[in-house]
T-cell receptor, first 108, second 114 residues
Framework: DSGVTQTPKHLITATGQRVTLRCSPR?????VYWYQQSLDQGLQFLIH???????AKGNILERFSAQQFPDLHSELNLSSLELGDSALYFC???????FGSGTRLTVV | GENVEQHPSTLSVQEGDSAVIKCTYS??????FPWYKQELGKGPQLIID?????GEKKDQRIAVTLNKTAKHFSLHITETQPEDSAVYFC?????????????FGRGTSLIVHP
């Protein structure tokens, strides 16, 4: 157990829908990073939050948004879902990128 | 931005053999090079890292080497065991003020046959 908790582990939803992925960082970690992992794109950085503030943005689509709450957990919101959004979504916390086990999103 | 190339994409070895995974990076300002191991159903896990002021680093059966001039770094695993079977990712990053955003290679699937 890495100490980074992601829920749900699996999610199946239809095109056009909206989902929320949740990440609880390791105790004491202020940073949360979100990554998308797909077979054709590899591990792609989406967004970084530090103590509630957005610090960096990567290849995050406008249909995606995230936030970090005062208790430091973070949520990644994916809307108007398309088949191509099917992927593993990971969050990582801390300076040395401790990853959670991911959420596998399948859009049908 | 940074571009990291990783080879090979698949590596199959016999137990006890050595395995070498190679990466190149494009941004000469990158100064931190972590390696991650991802087992099935899990997230990537940091296994070793190297900074640009060091040419080599070793931790038991794994070692990393860095050639800044050639912008090339490698992971070496000796005496491979079946439990080493996983996907390995290299990454490169510029550290700034304690934080960094690594750019990952596409991964190498290592298969160790008993």
């Amino acid at each position: 157990d890495s100490g980074v908790t992601q829920t749900p582990k699996h999610l199946i939803t239809a095109t056009g829908q909206r989902v929320t992925l949740r990440c609880s960082p390791r105790s004491g970690d202020l940073s949360v990073y979100w990554y998308q992992q797909s077979l054709d794109q590899g591990l792609q950085f989406l967004i970084h939050y530090y103590n509630g503030e957005e610090r960096a943005k990567g290849n995050i689509l406008e249909r995606f948004s995230a936030q970090q709450f005062p208790d430091l957990h973070s949520e990644l919101n994916l809307s108007s879902l398309e088949l191509g959004d099917s992927a593993l979504y990971f969050c990582a916390s801390g300076n040395y990128y401790t990853f959670g086990s991911g959420t596998r999103l399948t859009v049908v | 931005g940074e571009n990291v190339e990783q080879h090979p994409s698949t590596l199959s070895v016999q137990e006890g053999d050595s395995a070498v995974i190679k990466c190149t990076y494009s941004d000469s300002a990158s100064n931190y090079f972590p390696w991650y191991k991802q087992e099935l159903g899990k997230g990537p896990q940091l296994i070793i890292d190297i900074r640009s002021n060091v040419g080599e680093k070793k931790d038991q059966r794994i070692a990393v080497t860095l050639n800044k001039t050639a912008k090339h770094f490698s992971l070496h695993i000796t005496e491979t065991q079946p439990e080493d079977s996983a996907v390995y990712f290299c990454a490169a990053a510029k550290t700034s003020g304690g934080s960094y955003i690594p750019t990952f290679g596409r991964g190498t699937s290592l298969i160790v046959h008993p």
